[in-house]
């Protein structure tokens, strides 16, 4: 079994009122030298069987068409190597 | 003499005025508190209204948590200062750790707005005198994040402690662990819950019945007795 | 080609701007350049073709709209009509009330959640503009096949955008229509209404008065979304390098909104604000061009000073955008500094974007070169006019001759329950609770009657009791069958609604959606529709405050049905008089006001026994409307009735079915003489409402229906468990109860 | 300037509605094989200067503190390489 991680982000040129919102909390709380936040979702989807081309092709489909509305958002779609994960922070 | 009730409005919140409007109707003097200060203004108790304070982006609660009045009002509830949170004042009290648990959005992931019978489970909380423990009481309910959940240690802590102030009846509407609509600390001085009592003061208006007078009707008693 | 000025434009007349990618004919353009005396700059052909777009300048509707004027009843009650962001009423003690209904029809769906938020929010901003806290919203919804897939899509994004956007702002949502016909497949109609409350003296006008005067700018920064030709403009002519492709839906804040209205009602609590526009459609070409124009001087704005989200956006761009909650605000110079310093209490952004000047232009520079130098009358006010042609379709003949009385009728009792069973539990006249139930009814704590009562009922003042109602119309079966009397039905089953509540009908503001003006059978169903509105509002004495225009809803060659949505406002002086949909106890006695016909063209039981739409229309008899409301507010006041529904969609059954389940108490009818028990359960003749009324005041109830001329047949008793009609049928409450609340949430959950 | 990414994500035996919704969903749009969704939040961070040890540390803590709730979610912080980005989906 592999996980598959489909990211998706409104389009930079779309308002992101959350992604504001935490980075207008940030001066309050101390936090200096941010000087954008984006806020988007992460789907983590965990596939029976390979995950070849054909299943990668199927899953980018279902992105553009289900995970994502295409008019305000892009997406990514990346396969998850367990091993290189967590390549600077630590899963808390 | 009467007590002076604190109310505070965050940026987004919506119930701030039906909340003075309900500690009025109950005979206690509301107080406007302001998120930016960090002076109570030597309020007796404060409520935390319900609505969407900072659109409740980030998580419900999660960037109010961190406002100047907060710093302030934390530190006074822990010395024992009466603190109510109806609905996004719940949830920013979960956000401050003042109540255990968290809240999350709703399992059907709609907003949902109904009027919710509920059991009240302890009526020896300052917000809960006037009511019988077991009594059943119908109150307006709206929100997207109502679920609430904590890990099992803590519920069952809550449950031996006594500390689940009220629990869903025959309709659980958001998913929350063991029907918890809310719940109070320790002390019980502070009390969290998700509907809104200040929506069922009045005859006609809202779902027409008054069963969330007697929330400002015990801490009217409770601070009067003590003064 | 680098930036376009007034001077660079008068130097090279003969440049050709691509006013055609921008919409614009060529007449139009023509006429620009006559208005001017010279080429437009880049700037100024932004301005001019936004603001004479169908959508601005209502080019093709407006001839037709006058009527409204012309025959506007005369009313004490008008404060301000037609013209302004939203009309204003007089509702006595001192306040005011103003509302609006408006459309978000496309955006809704190619983005369902945020393009039916946004049309909340947009709405709510015209009720801002006018000096009012708004106090309730509403939101008359049209979608396609109820079981076609990409109704799954659209509407619970719709629902949840509208939810999500008025539930945040704090506005209780008390009312709407949720109809499915698959006319509106690839058109979904969503409308939203808003309503505000102020003091008479509160009344804010768009203008820009007082030479000197500040034009502030405040809320949200000014980003590249919603720009429809800008973007040709400033891409594809001028400057190949950019994207070509600006988003045209755009994401709302619900929350800066709330920011925004609170932070406006503290500044004109102040009195800080002379003038004040929203930024809607049009965004800066629109506020500047109608501020200044209504104002009695001229304006200069420094479009460098608007803050931007975007850094690369071109002026083109700034002056088109239609970025969410953002103002403008004409102020004194005085009183900027107090004005800015409340905008910083409510962390909202605010800039002095320009000045009043003593002349008669719009002036607009960037990078201190004057981009734009136009009258702004000409910009805002004197597009062009369109006579367009009209013709009846060569249908409708056809369609009026294929009578809904010849279709087979039920012949025993059991084939009568069956119908009505399917009716009941039919999409259109199913239970709307699984969608009500995701807007906040309670916010605010004076709304007194919410979904699904007849209509929404909003206390204004805690001391005296006062009150507002407001209901929203429109049956888009009976406006294709004869566009003129379905305007006029949709007008009486609004006024009905208010005045089944208890409250006295003040006024009406409408949305009209329809298909595309340059299609003559269009054309002529929309001035149908206006002529039958307008007639009606004379006629009944509620003057349209004003309204919205929504054309092009067409797939290809097929248009929606012709659909008036009405709105009807209404004001009660004590709301603890309102009388409630649900039976309140047993034994209480039923009555039907008004005459009952063998009418069912376009009706909810030809719809869904027989997929049939043909005939013409329930007749309208508005003096009849009037007098039965005369006699429901009466009853009200003088407490002879405790339960009241009017009949519409689904006939007399359906409205008894609905008091029945939500009062929890049956009913049992008897089939007055002179009727048989189908067109009793099922005809919707208009004009009528059932009414439950305490034996004591039996008589008194009579005798004053009997005095005033109304029809009043006694029906039968609310009692039991069950629906029954004598000799025909008995249907249990907890079976209706399925049929009538399972539906839309197995379509849709 | 760099970009450093937070991802959260609630605690696996937290119930997440949202992604059974994506679940559910996906084999009425004619997608077999995905035997788990998840859904969480994806950040991104715009920082100014160099993301060296001790900006990162503060975005742990401001993870820990503001953006992930630790109650009931987990995190990971990530300091994205603009070039291995999109390692097999194409950015649409
Ligand atoms: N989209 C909606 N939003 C809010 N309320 C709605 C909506 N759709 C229907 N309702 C409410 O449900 C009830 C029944 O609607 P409807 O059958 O259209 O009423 P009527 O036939 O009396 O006009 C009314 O109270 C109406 O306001
Ligand atoms: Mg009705």
Known sequence: MARVVVDVMLKPEILDPQGQAVQRALPRLGFDGISDVRQGKRFELEVDGPVDDAALARIQELAETFLANTVIENFTVKVEEPAQESAVGAEK | MTARIGVVTFPGSLDDRDTQRAIRLAGAEPVALWHKDKDLKQVDAVVLPGGFSYGDYLRAGAISRFSPVMGTLIEQAKAGLPVLGICNGFQVLTEAHLLPGAMLGNDHLHFICRDQKLRVENADTAWTADYEAGQEIHIPLKNMDGRYVADERTLDMLEAEGRVAFRYVDFNPNGSLRDIAGITNEAGNVVGLMPHPEHAVEPLIGSGRTDGLPFFTSILKKLVAAS | MSLDTVENAGKTPDVELPWAELGLKKDEYERVVEILGRRPTGAELAMYSVMWSEHCSYKSSKVHLRQFGEKAPQSDALLVGIGENAGVVDVGNGYAVTFKVESHNHPSYVEPYQGAATGVGGIVRDIIAMGARPVAVVDPLRMGAADHPDTKRVLPGVVAGIGGYGNCLGLPNIGGEVVFDACYQGNPLVNAGAIGVMRHEDIHLAKAAGTGNKVIMYGARTGGDGIGGASILASETFDDAKPSKRPAVQVGDPFQEKLLIECTLEAFAEQLVVGIQDLGAAGISCATSELASNGSGGMRVELD??????????????????SQERMCAVVEPGKVDRFLEICEKWDVIATVIGEVTDGDRLEIFWHGEKIVDVDPRTVAHDGPVYERPLARPDWQDALQADDAGKLPRP???????????????????????????????????????????????????????????????????????????????????????????????????????????????????????????????????????????????????????????????????????????????????????????????????????????????????????????????????????????????????????????????????????????????????????????????ELRFNDMCGARGLPVTRIGVVDGESVDVQGEFALPLDELREAHENTIPALLA
Chains 1, 4 share one sequence.
């Open chain 3, 305 to 322: 000073d608007v803050p931007l989200r975007d850094s690369t956006l071109s002026p083109e761009e700034i002056l088109m955008s239609e």
């Open chain 3, 411 to 697: 012949s025993t009792g059991d084939e009568l329950k069956d119908q009505v069973l399917k009716v009941v539990a039919s999409p259109n006249q199913a239970s709307k609770k699984w969608i009500t139930q995701q807007y906040d009814h309670f916010v605010q704590g004076n709304t007194v009657l919410a979904q699904p009562e007849d209509s929404g009922m909003i206390r204004i003042d805690e001391e005296t009791g006062l009150g507002v109602a407001i209901a929203t119309d429109g049956n888009g079966r009976f406006a294709k069958l004869d566009p003129y009397t379905g305007a006029q039905l949709a007008l009486a089953e609004a006024y009905r609604n208010v005045a089944t509540t208890g409250a006295k009908p003040l006024a009406v503001s409408d949305c009209l959606n329809f298909g595309s003006p340059e299609d003559p059978a269009v054309m002529w169903q929309f001035a149908e529709a206006i002529r039958g509105l307008a007639d009606g509002c004379q006629q009944l004495g509620t003057p349209v405050t004003g309204g919205n225009v929504s054309l092009y809803n067409q797939t290809g060659e097929a248009a929606i049905h012709p659909t008036p949505v009405v709105a009807v406002l209404g004001v009660i002086d004590d709301v603890a008089r309102r009388t409630p949909v649900a039976f309140q106890e047993e034994g209480q006695l039923l009555y039907l006001l008004g005459d009952t016909r063998e009418e069912f063209g376009g009706s909810a039981w030809s719809q869904v026994v027989h997929e049939h739409l043909g005939g013409l229309p329930p007749a309208v008899d508005l003096e009849r409307e009037r007098l039965l409301g005369e006699i429901l507010i009466s009853a009200s006041r003088d407490g002879m009735i405790d339960a009241a529904h009017d009949l519409s969609d689904g006939g007399l059954i359906q409205a008894v079915v609905e008091s029945a389940l939500l009062g929890g108490k049956g009913a049992r009818l008897v089939v007055p003489d002179g009727l048989d028990a189908f067109t009793f359960l099922f005809s919707e003749s208009a004009g009528r409402a059932v009414v439950a009324v305490p034996r004591s005041e």
